[in-house]
């Protein structure tokens, strides 16, 4: 309430001060011709020409003609001294000079500005007092909140409409932040309606109407921010449930609180102070006056945003964060202060683009942590719901596109550019504008469309099957379509890029006037000599695309080509990289793969042997093999890999010490090593209860002559002898499988 009542208090306090001035002036003007002038300004026309030139005095770039400036100043101004040149600091250092000087001899004369406003606002008010304007301005303000009153009960089940939003998933918060968004609204349509919409019933005084009005409707833009202000950060006050994951930003309770009670107040003071500046002109008050009081009005907002500054809460209390946080204090509070210093000495122009290059960034920052806050991913036991990729990157690009334009004709309006005048126009300051202007939307939509390509392809590289996965009962079988987008698309991504990076450079230079023909053409002459002297980068890159075009390989497939295995794990360009089994990653250009052998594609068949004694029942054997196959083949750790069980094919031939039996099995790539080792475990435990034996290479000597002792003595085992015939054995052994394989 103090903010909603202090602009009204200050206006009333300085027209009873200026009463004091006004029996000090010395009455040179007859009455009736005082009243004559105040008839004519009441005039809407004589109004409206008035505003008129007050806004092109307020928009021309130039330094304002002094009203008390003498010929001989103009005459120093106009004229330069030969052999020196104004340049632009010296110019700007006279501005500034000129601006203050204003101000100061314009401060004497406030008082009788002050005494003729009083004059004309008592003239109009002569039934009613400024007490009387103060209370009827704090009435509608009382009617304004009975009216928020009665939409607040009767909005009761929109209320708990919001509340009952899920806050786990993305699109309950969105739906959160948008209710409260909305129900902020109707209480201040409300409160507009109650306060402003009510005192326009009545028929007042023109004076009186513009004075109540014109505050009231201040009163409404600091109730709206204080509202939205509330309906965004949700401070503790409030005493919403986990306010911390409903809020638009991520910030701390502390940060919330410590936000939703300065910026209403910062706004209230601005729009009372603004409300001022609006109506004192057209009572009385020059534009060297406005400026003057705009110095104060500049020192109050000042002083507001350096205690916001200063006493905003701090995440944690370690040095570092500390001194860190110190810094950036006193940065901020450098900011505003230079902005304060540029603002009162007339630097208007630079003022307004120190602002911008501000809160312009903070603004984009903001808006983007908070959308990537709101539409985060929802909790585990919603399901963890999310937003596209692609509907967060438009939404974020998009504001950020809306704030960048809207500052950027805002600082052309500031800089008294005319968007009309600046199509016809061809001086060379249109024409830079011009570009400039061209650069800055080119390089909007490059980054609106890079950011939607680039969400698009992340999310098709982030496609994953759906399964429930309980330890390792049901694990997915790898996805070839998958694999294929993997290998694919960060290629054509960073094609894309190259792209869309080349153009936005060529069409800001052609926007700019710069003929982009040559440079295309040069171009052109460029890439053929690089082609010639770089054969060999050009031999891989085409080896790699027509690799790329045959599917050859995927990310994630073992390859072999040459003296070259091992898993494929990225691409360039010209390369692919193999990561071995046994680590060591292999670079190898395109241009040196030669023919290439997939061990990951579709399926595989692995074929290997078992021995059993001569005396084994074969068809025994192969009844338990099948068995113990099809069991592995409905093992849900198995299942999703076999394609054909494990079965017998038959014999394969008479070994050394037993029968050779072959057998087969077809799963998907990588998924045979493990089965094959359970398949053993338990087909030996299955032999071993039926009575088949896996025989094992056994050596009897026999018919050796003892020269020591009896004939027909058997010969001493020693184990040079075992060695011997050990190392024989296991040469055959050798031997015979070199020559199957």
Known sequence: ??????????????????????????????????????????DPSVKAWVAEQR???????????????????????????????????????????????????????????????????????????PVSVLILIVMFIAAGFAFTWATYKLTR????????????????????????????????????????????????????????????????VTRAVRLYAMATLVPSFMNVENAVEVRALPITNETADHWAYWLPRIVGVFAFFGAAFILLPGLGIDQDGMTVLSLGADFVLLLLFLL??????????????????????????????????????????LFWFTFAAFFLPLAIVLTQRGVNFVLRPGSE????????????????????????????YLLARVWGVDMQSMRGGDTTTMLILRGLINVVVIALAADFGWSIIKALIERKLGIQTSHEVIGDENVPPPNSHQARLHTLLPIIQNILLAVIVVMAVLMMLASMGIQIGPLIAGAGVVGVAVGFGAQTVVKDVISGVFYLLDDAFRVGEYISSGSYRGTVESFSLRSVKLRHHRGPLFTIPFGELGAVQNQSRDWVTDKFNITVGYDTDIDVARKLIKRIGIELAQDPEFKHWVIEPIKMQGVQEFGEYGIVLRLKATTRPGGAFSMKGRFFLRLRQAFKEQGIELPFPTVHVQGLQNPHGTENAPLAITPELRMAVAQSHTNRRRKKASTTE
């Open 308 to 349: 916001a500054v200063w006493r905003r809460p701090g995440t944690q209390r370690d040095g570092v964060h500390q001194s860190g946080r110190t810094a950036a204090t006193w940065l901020l509070t450098a900011y505003f202060v230079v902005l304060f210093l540029q603002r009162n000495a007339g630097l208007y122009i």
């Open 1 to 42: 309430m103090f903010v909603l009542i202090a602009g009204p208090l200050v206006f009333a306090i300085a027209l009873l001060l200026a009463g004091q001035a006004q029996a000090q002036a010395t009455a040179t003007v007859p009455p009736e011709r005082v009243k004559q002038l105040f008839e004519l300004l009441d």
């Open 381 to 408: 036991d919603a399901g963890r719901p999310t937003i596209p990729a692609v509907t967060i990157a438009v939404i974020d690009r998009g504001i950020r596109m809306i704030f960048i334009l809207v500052a950027a």
């Open 157 to 220: 089940p929109f209320r708990l409409w919001i509340i009952a939003q899920p806050k786990d998933t993305p699109i309950g918060r969105a739906k959160k932040i948008g209710g409260r968004a909305l129900y902020s609204s109707m209480l201040i349509v409300s409160f507009a309606l109650g306060s402003a919409g009510a005192f326009m019933l009545f028929d007042w005084p023109m004076l009186i109407r513009e004075i109540v009005l014109t505050f009231l409707m201040a009163a409404v």
């Open 55 to 129: 806004n092109q005095d307020a928009g021309s770039t130039g330094a304002p003609a002094e009203a008390g400036a003498s010929p001989a100043d103009a005459s120093s101004d106009a004229v330069t001294p030969p052999g020196q040149m104004n340049t632009m600091a010296s110019s700007t250092l006279d501005r500034i000079k000129r601006h203050i000087e204003r101000i100061v001899r314009t401060l004497p004369l406030l008082p009788g500005q002050f005494a003729r406003v009083r004059a004309h606002t008592m003239q109009d008010m002569s039934s009613k007092g």
